[in-house]
């Protein structure tokens, strides 16, 4: 914080290469188009930097962050007329009922009802051996950067202020306005399908 | 009535509920429903793993590299931000 304040542009530039892709994914929940989701990530740091002396540090900062972000993204959807609430924002992957029915793991894997080992799996999922640079491997991260890429905006949003920020569940529900358990099942359903990216990737892996 | 006091959960249940067990957001007879059937079951105390492994992974996405161009559009705001602003004393 004090480095910002004193203009280090290392400190800042190490920030912003940390929080700047999830920030992009959770605008673009927010605003229609890529080119909006930018604008509103730029103001976002620019309302940072004018705010610093302000920040009192009663929230971590990345909470702090990512609440300007929110605001502007708001503001900046309803001057493109979009502007929707965001638990409402994309029926197909959240909120009703019915989008968030559904199994999370291909129902195919287990014995199906009726049979005597019914709800059990077919065949046990096989423990990964993941190398141990796995975490350096460019092509896992490939694989997780398009899993990610490809999940529903609730769902990418969530995951990416969970897992890829690391926040916790309250701070996600406040920044984005969820109930615990609507966030939690955004949260699965977006872990889940990541899962089986990852799986899929090991399996087609020579052994 | 029987069905809450149950002694197991199925695995098609049990991996629905990951995530609160994660979260420690599961009731806790739920919670002793769900880590005796990971003690019984090689499959689910699998699955349960892979997840952990999916979200480490997912968390060493924080590292990446931004693209260029909005990179260096948001350094160059940084330096006109710290041009036009006095130093804190």
Redesign the interface.
Known sequence: MRAL???D?QA??EL???L???MLAVAAGRVPGRTVA?EV??ET??AV??GL?RFEGRSSLRTWVFGILLNIARTRGARERRSVPFSSAFPTDQAGPQAQAG???D?GR?HPPGTPW????TA?????E?PEN??LSHE??TR??AA?DALPPGQRAV?HLR????LD?AEVCAILDLE?GNQ?VL??RG??R??QA??DYIHEEPA | MFLTHGLDI????L??L???YL?D?LDPDTRRRFTDHLDL????D??V???R??????????????APD??E???T???G??NG?A??A
């Not at chain 2, 199925?10 to 249940?13: A, L, M, R």
């Not at chain 2, 492994?53 to 931004?66: E, H, M, N, S, Y």
């Open positions: 304040r004193g203009g542009e800042f530039a912003v290469g940390r700047t892709p999830s930018e990530v730029q740091w620019l930097l004018t002396d199994p999370t793991v129902p287990f019914s709800g059990h799996w046990v999922p096989q423990p990964w993941l796995a975490l896992i991260r997780l950067r990610l995951v897992d890829v920020q690391g569940a615990p939690r949260l699965h872990r889940a990541i899962r990852l799986e | 199925d695995c098609n249940e991996v629905e990951v995530t609160a979260d957001a079951c090689d499959g689910c699998t699955y793993e892979q997840m492994q999916t979200i480490r992974l997912t968390g060493a996405l924080a590292a990446d590299d931004l909005l990179r559009t948001l350094l705001a940084f330096r931000w710290k602003t130093p804190p």
